[in-house]
């Protein structure tokens, strides 16, 4: 079970939280538990890393933010002890889990389970900090941002869990942010590839690498709410929405439509380099320092050559690594080149995705006409076997995901709403 | 060097506690460097627990109030980094800093130094979190409130620093509290055991065992100020109070006072268990419980037996120890067999003194006197070599304090307030 920073946000709320446990380990469950932060607390905790030292060292950010989660499994180990249950908190370095040492966006190597299977066997409830773990230097590392559910998965693998219920402030995946568009609908199943999507362009429900994670480990996941009445039924017979194989999913025989959901990301912000050489490996000279930094690049343009053999190269990066990107471009502004570098942080990716485009032709032209016909810019295009994201101002993200809602048919019929 | 929870409150604050660092290092020195967490932020922690569970697992309760350390050490790493030292945060369980099993008051066991020696020879600033170690279960352990000082000491001995410098929101040990006597006088030497007994009673400029640790590991302590300013000397040269040796202060040939401070302590509460059995183990039925939960039982009296063969039996606890203690004695109630437990969380301990007072008779019934003259009413006595304490009524702190001071000689002359 894996509780987010809403369901956490203050000991009345943990105490909530330890009564979905408990009633879930009272229907015959084993359990283990993962938190996240109280809601606020890590991005406290960021402010105070920035103010300090705006080009923070990775390795003393994550001592710091990994604090939050540390402070939450000791307070739900508390509350459950309070009703009568047995638990103890498990931190990152003591299970350990470890991870390689890209500090602030590690990724969890291995995860040697057994201390924790003796503690749940012997009928404790294991309370786990979500986002953390320990590098090979022996020191904190985080997950990145919403790292707690992939935590979650690890744990569920590295224990053979029968399934991993993330508990969110939603109740389940919906076909949009239902906060955007009131006649989104909630979704009984995705595909791990359809979730992987939505992960990765801002549905913010599960991060991607949990996804990824899930798929590769066989991981079955639900998402459902925490906010249930304290005597709704077991996490077992509760309507989320579960995360499924295409397999699993034929097999249930279900309507499909082209297309399952429709996501919003404001959390890039688009780079563009004037005037590069346009010969070959110049490009790559733009990227490796990023890359080597560990900051991810999404969507890329290279603008047509112009007639002086040079070119503009635009890109998307995590908003939260702007800062860092520009300083690393500067540095290597010689070697690589550019004339000017100019940024934009109020940029939106929409994206629309779903298994069932593989098979239908016109996807991407019924976005491109749709936006058109409402006069919104596309900035940049980016596509995958399932997914069609497209860049935009980011004034204008609500109305493009309304538009694409109904182009899509995606709007829930008045008497289902 | 070690700082205090006042000056590591805010990114402002550290970034003036980082620039004091810097100079020491730039003074010549290698440094490390200790710190509590933010002014507060270990009672808002607290208070989690408390709410969580008010007869918290102290297991628990160390994973969740350890953390403000954590933060602060990370972020007086990142800041010194941003003014281009070289630094890196320690976390208890990285040194490790071993402690025994006692959670939420655990006492340092050793301390494996060579790590930390290793970075400082490299020119890196050590920056380790106070408070906190590891059990030898592998688990997070407290050194009780106020431990960052004793973690100092016990670094400053590992590590055989030629000096422990604490700065505090005080510039030194005073007579007694400034803001209670405005005449109170700035000392320039007091010895460890006059520390002790001061610490012990309240004089909240260090924590008790970090005063015992520095006697017994002959480490020099330095109290000073982390107001000063920007521009202000290294540490080598401020007027801070030296903790000291007996011999060494003799060696200094100052003028003594007869009494050296005087302390006031609120966080004791009064426990009286009526009518117990006056027959020999009787009272030791009372007090087992308690040490076997870690509450340390301070002042004890024990009323003249009754012609029935019974007696009363008053003592005092800490505060916060308070309604445990009151669990404990009601579960053993049938064992000790006292009629009923009347508690006083309204009470002050106020004590005097001084190394002086071994050579002179007097000093209690001065004191006795001087209190009973203006109406105070004493309910208890104790006294050690170099100190008598008396338990009065929490209202009457600050007049019997000045009184007190004014009754030995120590208000500061006109000319030298």
């Given at each position: 079970?894996?509780?987010?920073?809403?369901?956490?946000?203050?000991?009345?709320?943990?105490?909530?939280?330890?009564?979905?446990?408990?009633?879930?380990?009272?229907?015959?469950?084993?359990?283990?538990?993962?938190?996240?932060?109280?809601?606020?607390?890590?991005?406290?905790?960021?402010?105070?890393?920035?103010?300090?030292?705006?080009?923070?060292?990775?390795?003393?950010?994550?001592?710091?933010?990994?604090?939050?989660?540390?402070?939450?499994?000791?307070?739900?180990?508390?509350?459950?002890?309070?009703?009568?249950?047995k638990a103890r908190s498990w931190l990152g370095w003591q299970l350990p889990i470890h991870t390689d040492d890209a500090h602030a966006?590690?990724?969890?190597?291995?995860?040697?389970?057994?201390?924790?299977?003796?503690?749940?066997?012997?009928?404790?409830?294991?309370?786990?900090?979500?986002?953390?773990?320990?590098?090979?230097?022996?020191?904190?590392?985080?997950?990145?941002?919403?790292?707690?559910?992939?935590?979650?998965?690890?744990?569920?693998?590295?224990?053979?869990?029968?399934?991993?219920?993330?508990?969110?402030?939603?109740?389940?995946v919906y076909t949009t942010d239902p906060r955007i568009v009131a006649k989104a609908?909630?979704?009984?199943?995705?595909?791990?590839?359809?979730?992987?999507?939505?992960?990765?362009?801002?549905?913010?429900?599960?991060?991607t690498r949990s996804v990824s994670l899930a798929m590769k480990e066989k991981v079955r996941v639900q998402v459902l709410s925490s906010f249930i009445d304290d005597d709704a039924p077991a996490a077992d017979t509760l309507p989320g929405t579960m995360i499924v194989s295409d397999e699993e999913l034929e097999g249930l025989d279900m309507e499909?439509?082209?297309?399952?959901?429709?996501?919003?990301?404001?959390?890039?912000?688009?780079?563009?380099?004037?005037?590069?050489?346009?010969?070959?490996?110049?490009?790559?000279?733009?990227?490796?320092?990023?890359?080597?930094?560990?900051?991810?690049?999404?969507?890329?343009?290279?603008?047509?050559?112009?007639?002086?053999?040079?070119?503009?190269?635009?890109?998307?990066v995590p908003k939260a690594d702007l800062l860092r990107t520009q300083a690393l471009l500067e540095e290597n502004k010689d070697k690589i080149g550019f004339f000017r570098m100019i940024s934009d942080d109020k940029v939106a990716k929409i994206s629309v995705v779903g298994v069932g485009m593989r098979s239908h032709a016109g996807v991407a032209s019924t976005m491109f006409k749709a936006l058109a016909d409402r006069g919104i810019n596309i900035q940049a295009i980016s596509t995958s076997e399932i997914k069609v994201s497209v860049l935009i101002d980011e004034d204008e993200t609500e109305l493009a995901v309304r538009v694409l809602h109904t182009a899509y048919d995606l709007d829930a019929k008045d008497d289902a709403a």
């Open positions: 079970m894996k509780f987010g920073g809403t369901s956490m946000a203050g000991t009345e709320r943990i105490r909530r939280v330890a009564n979905i446990v408990r009633r879930q380990q009272a229907a015959g469950h084993e359990v283990a538990v993962v938190v996240s932060a109280m809601a606020g607390e890590t991005d406290r905790l960021v402010n105070f890393c920035r103010e300090a030292n705006p080009l923070y060292d990775p390795a003393e950010y994550d001592v710091v933010v990994a604090s939050g989660e540390q402070v939450t499994s000791g307070l739900l180990a508390l509350t459950l002890q309070a009703m009568g249950c966006k590690a990724r969890i190597e291995d995860f040697d389970s057994e201390a924790l299977l003796a503690s749940m066997a012997a009928g404790e409830i294991a309370v786990i900090p979500g986002f953390q773990g320990l590098s090979p230097a022996n020191r904190v590392t985080t997950l990145g941002r919403g790292g707690s559910d992939t935590s979650a998965v690890a744990v569920a693998a590295a224990i053979n869990a029968d399934r991993c219920d993330i508990y969110t402030d939603v109740d389940g609908r909630k979704l009984s199943h995705v595909t791990y590839e359809e979730m992987l999507e939505l992960a990765s362009v801002g549905s913010k429900v599960l991060q499909r439509q082209l297309i399952t959901g429709i996501a919003a990301d404001k959390n890039e912000a688009k780079v563009t380099l004037t005037r590069i050489a346009d010969r070959p490996g110049a490009v790559a000279t733009v990227f490796e320092p990023l890359a080597a930094n560990n900051i991810n690049v999404d969507m890329i343009i290279q603008n047509v050559a112009k007639d002086k053999g040079e070119t503009d190269v635009t890109f998307t």
